[in-house]
């Protein structure tokens, strides 16, 4: 009778127990400009100031605590680039507890007005990082590839050619979106106040294009939508060897459930660039001075209408129009060497015009349930680019006599894209989500080009290139999540098919296969603020038009550009492991990649076989066999005090490269191909620093060194320079006054030496050095949200082989 009396008791006291536990807290955690959800925000349920439990938030930004005590608790919310959230919790009144959190931008609010918050923060998301652009990004220059160069991993050459872990083979998107508008001149035409965000996606997931051996950058450009009219102006002038200028406006007028917005920017100035390549066995000098006159508009101009609740349609149209000159000076001097060596000085002169129109229509339907979507996309952009050119070739005998020739070229470039899009989401229970596409690209392009070099025989002074894709492809992902452990796997089934025509028929090239372009993610939570992942993905990259028209692209006397028709896709496979640590001052994200890669596409530089004279050069394109790349990179915000934060970085990629390099043989008097196997590395560090003086002024500091690397053509030095600047904000944060002095010491140069075909070495000089002046001024009303647009890209390589 007693132990019955025993087991009732205990049983009770069991039940009474776990009644007292029985509560439940759980929410969603959204951005509140633009109701997106967010993933690995921080939520902590504290009693009396100590931590009861924590947990992330999900790809969705849900959370939940079950069997919680019954007690009043602190709900806190943290999340890097946005304001903390706190919240009382009382289950003694109701044992559940449900909230939908709206965290907002690290920015100050004025009367509705948005200010960019004053540091840039960023974060590692399940298949990305992101970079929130602040005050000390958007006053490292005028344009979108001024902040380039800051941002980790990244690297911009001189001539603007932007790189991801030391690669070309990157795809560029501007909201989600690849411009047919080159990108490197894109990027200088973007205003850096007009960015809200830089995303590096280094191993996309099937649901991306497949396009891009190193990976993605997303720019993702502000986007108003507040009640009322409202925006912000910019303006800055670059003060260099000349002055440059730049301006742009963001505004939108939000009335009832229609946005419009839009967004203008203007960029003009002259640039100079010089350079020289030294040939050493047979004294030769090539002195190159470079001139570009430029001036851009860009603008774009767009309307959402929400519908209802579960229905918007959204409409924009993006209008560039580039206008460029340029005057390209080369002076050959063969100092005497022999006495029928002559001295060559040839000025060429470019002009011409690009204006690209495009036109994109979306629709994206809300289902009843949280995060069931559907959308639609339908996008149009032509280009086209009409541009001359006049060569004027002085030769300088011995004797003093003086053989000139003067010849034109044209070339008219028009560039069609048409693309449809159907994206597809269904969360099927709270671990589950299933995503499926698909997608129609039809590129159509053509090449017109006309010369009248005496050099060039008669029959090929003209021709007409044709270069059309039609791609078409459909994805599903699925993922999961258990506790601490998540995964995704996908795949994308891709046909592809290309058609070149040179001279309407004469050569012609066709290419049609059908692809399957597989990924994979691990994630394993060690705790909410420690976080492993594993990736994996294929991915290709095509040639380009630039890189397959055999039709001479630049040339000075002494090196001419060609593209290869018959080259071959190369194919890539990329393993990553990341690790992710957020702590109370900041963050620290590192990782590992390894890459297979086939059928590399490279540059080769080869002797003209058709130069008796030994002199000339051609510059193309190849396949080299097989390599293999590997790397690493580690990133970290600190906040060392509340007046003194700085972000350093290091990233170092080594690339196995094959292939054949020509060799010239002085005493044959020819040049033989030779084999070389090398293992390419860079290794670059940057560190920013930001000073605050008090609530209105601020310094910074930043740093950047490249190592020198061997190459398979040639050996480049190292690059380094350290930028200063600072920044004032007034009219009660509306307006910000901000300078730069880059490149402070004026040490930034791109150097080289060669043995390939012939020994050589070369220096080239760009305004590194210059100083930046910029105000920003903001204005509007309040808050409202607009339509969120998948996030896509262009599946056509923008990688061409212009010298200047």
């Known amino acids: 009778m007693k132990i019955k009396l025993f087991i009732v008791l205990f049983l009770g006291m069991v039940g009474w127990a776990e009644a007292q536990n029985n509560g439940k807290v759980s929410g969603k955690v959204n951005e509140n400009s633009s109701n997106v959800p967010i993933s690995y925000a921080t939520v902590t349920l504290k009693e009396n100031g100590k931590t009861i439990n924590s ?98 991993s990244v690297n911009v050459d001189q001539d603007g050619k ?39 996606i280094t191993n996309p997931s099937a649901k991306y294009n497949p396009e891009g051996m190193s990976g993605i950058i997303n720019i993702i450009l502000h986007k108003n939508a507040n009640n009322g009219f409202n925006g912000s102006y910019s303006g800055g002038i670059t003060f260099a060897e000349t002055a440059k200028f730049n301006q742009s406006l963001d505004a939108n007028y939000k009335v009832g459930k229609v946005n419009f917005f839009g967004n203008f920017g203007n960029n003009s100035g002259l640039k100079h660039n010089q350079g020289q390549i030294n040939r050493l066995d047979v004294p030769t000098s090539q002195k190159l001075n470079i001139l570009n006159d430029n001036d851009s508009y860009l603008y774009k101009i767009g309307m959402d209408y929400l519908i209802d609740d579960n229905n918007t349609v959204s409409f924009y149209t993006n209008q560039n129009k580039f206008t460029g000159k340029t005057n390209v000076q080369t002076t050959v001097d063969y100092k005497n060497v022999s006495p029928t060596s002559a001295n060559i000085f040839q000025e060429g002169l470019y002009g011409g015009t690009d204006i690209t129109g495009t036109y ?3 629709y994206k339907h809300l289902f009843t349930k949280e995060g069931h979507t559907l959308d639609i996309e339908g996008n149009y952009s032509n280009y086209k680019e009409d541009q001359g050119a006049n060569f004027d070739t002085r030769v300088t005998n011995q004797n003093n006599t003086i053989d ?24 099927l229970n709270e671990k589950t989500t299933l995503e499926a596409g698909a997608e129609a690209r039809i590129t159509r392009t053509s090449n017109e080009y006309a010369t009248g070099n ?62 399957l372009y597989p990924s994979a993610y691990l994630t394993y939570n060690l705790n909410e603020k420690n976080t492993l992942q594993l990736s994996y993905s294929r991915r290709v990259d095509r040639p380009s038009l630039e890189q397959t028209k055999p039709i001479r692209e630049f040339s000075t006397p002494l090196i001419t550009s060609y593209g290869n028709p018959e080259l071959r896709p190369q194919f890539t496979n990329s393993v990553e492991i990341n690790y992710t640590k957020t702590f109370d001052k900041g963050s620290f994200t590192t990782g590992v990649y390894y890459r297979n890669i086939n059928d590399q596409i490279s540059r080769v530089i080869s002797p003209d076989e058709s130069d008796q004279t030994q002199q000339k050069q051609i510059m193309t394109y190849t396949n080299f066999a ?23 970085s290091i990233d170092f990629s080594s690339i196995n490269q094959e292939g054949i390099v020509f060799k010239y043989n002085p005493t044959t008097n020819q040049t033989s191909p030779l084999s070389r196997n090398i293992n390419v590395s860079s290794l670059n560090t940057r560190l920013n620093s930001n000073f605050k003086a008090n609530k209105r002024l601020s310094f910074l500091l930043f740093g950047f060194y490249n190592n020198a690397v061997e190459e398979i053509q040639n050996d480049r030095k190292a690059m380094y320079k350290i930028d200063a600047g600072a920044r004032y904000t007034l009219l009660n944060n509306k307006m910000s006054i901000s300078v730069r002095f880059n490149d402070v010491f004026d040490t930034m140069k791109y150097s080289f030496d060669t043995e390939y075909p012939y020994p050589q070495k070369g220096e080239f000089n760009w305004e590194s050095q210059s100083v930046y002046f910029g105000l920003n001024y903001n204005f509007g009303g309040g808050k409202n949200k607009s339509l969120q647009r998948k996030q896509r890209e262009d599946n056509t390589s923008k990688d061409g082989g212009g010298m200047f």
């Not at 959190?101 to 990082?129: C, F, P, W, Y």
């Open 626 to 648: 097989h390599n293999t790349a590997y790397g690493f990179e580690v990133s970290a915000n600190y906040k060392i005090t509340k007046w003194w934060d700085i972000q350093p």
């Open 55 to 152: 947990v992330v938030t999900n790809d969705n930004g849900e959370f939940d605590f079950k069997n919680i005590a019954l007690k009043n608790y602190i709900l806190e919310v943290q999340y890097i680039g946005f304001k903390n959230y706190t919240a009382a919790v009382n289950l003694t009144a109701n044992p559940t507890a449900n909230f939908k959190i709206n965290l907002e931008e690290a920015a100050t609010e004025l009367k509705g007005v948005n200010i960019i918050a004053e540091r840039s923060t960023m974060e590692q998301k399940i298949d990305r990082k992101v970079i929130t652009v602040g005050k000390d990004l958007t006053t490292a220059g005028a344009t979108a590839s001024d902040i380039m160069s800051n941002v980790p």
């Open 454 to 515: 005496p050099s060039v025989p008669t029959a090929e002074r003209m021709s007409n290139y044709t270069y059309d894709t039609d791609i078409y492809s459909a994805y599903v992902t699925f993922g999961q999540k258990f506790n601490k452990f998540s995964y995704q796997i996908g795949g994308r089934f891709e046909s592809y098919k290309v058609v070149a025509n040179l001279n309407k028929g004469l050569a012609k090239f066709e290419d049609d296969y059908i692809t």
């Open 404 to 427: 000139s020739s003067i010849y034109n070229d044209n070339l008219e470039d028009s560039r069609k894209l048409s693309t449809v899009n159907i994206d597809y989401v269904n969360p």
């Open 360 to 362: 994109n229509l979306a």
């Open 162 to 200: 932007i790189s991801l872990r030391g690669n070309q083979n990157v795809r560029v998107l501007i909201d989600g979106r690849v411009s047919t508008i080159d990108a490197a001149q894109l990027l200088k035409q973007i205003p850096s106040t007009s960015i809200k965000k830089i995303e590096l």
